[in-house]
């Protein structure tokens, strides 16, 4: 099992920054890809980015391309997606997750985290 937990998430003004945090626990987390996702309530979830095992593989929505960036340090169990020059329309809950392999698809994600809401105000 991977536990997940996120942090980071707020409320901020369009055009500002966040770096949401997922720490990882519980079996080998350098061993999984993760991935961001987001969710609004009654939606379903939308893949916002995702990173490969050892970060040398990444790969975004075309809605963050540019302004959202994934990294990961496997020495602290903990995968970042650093959000800049943020919409009103990415106001929602921040999920991460982790699985076998680098994909968009959320079903082939094994592991998920509660979520963090980001709120972006105009």
């Known amino acids: 099992q991977v536990q997940l937990a996120e942090s980071g998430g707020g409320l901020v003004q369009a055009g500002g920054s966040l770096q949401l945090s997922c720490a990882a626990s519980g079996r080998t987390f350098s061993a999984y890809a993760a991935g961001w996702f987001r969710q609004a309530p009654g939606k379903e979830r939308e893949f916002v980015a995702a990173i490969s095992w050892n970060g040398a593989s990444t790969y975004y929505a075309d809605s963050v391309k540019g302004r959202f960036t994934i990294s990961r340090d496997n020495a602290k169990n903990t995968v970042y997606l650093q959000m800049n020059s943020l919409k009103p329309e990415d106001t929602d809950s921040y999920l991460c997750?982790?699985?076998?392999?680098?994909?968009?698809?959320?079903?082939?994600?094994?592991?998920w985290g509660q979520g963090t809401q980001v709120t972006v105000s105009s």
């Open positions: 997750a982790a699985g076998t392999a680098l994909v968009v698809n959320p079903g082939r994600y094994a592991y």
